[in-house]
């Protein structure tokens, strides 16, 4: 291995799994909805972020628009 590198000699590219990429996030769920994917997860050998992901990927593709229904509290 060389102790230094010419960069300006590379060829560069466009990375082509950049538009591809995933981001973090911290969300909070019901237990019981992450029990849920953890359960199916198991039934799949699929990680259950991924299945969460696919989940709402198909929501999104479908337009679906969530009902949201606030609790009382109080």
Same mark, same amino acid.
């Given at each position: 291995?060389?102790? =230094? %590198?010419?960069? $300006?000699?590379?060829?560069?590219?466009?990375? +082509? &799994?950049?538009?591809?990429?995933?981001?973090?996030?911290?969300?909070?769920?019901?237990?019981?909805?992450? =029990? %849920?994917?953890? $359960?199916?997860?198991?039934?799949?050998?699929? +990680? &259950?972020?991924?299945?969460?992901?696919?989940?709402l990927k198909s929501c999104?593709?479908?337009?679906?628009?969530?009902?949201t229904i606030w609790k009382?509290?109080?």
């Open positions: 291995m060389r102790r =230094e %590198y010419d960069l $300006k000699k590379m060829n560069l590219r466009p990375n +082509p &799994y950049a538009g591809k990429l995933k981001r973090s996030i911290t969300i909070r769920l019901d237990v019981d909805v992450v =029990e %849920y994917f953890k $359960k199916l997860s198991e039934q799949a050998g699929t +990680p &259950y972020q991924s299945l969460i992901n696919d989940f999104k593709e479908q337009q679906f628009t969530p009902k009382k509290t109080g």
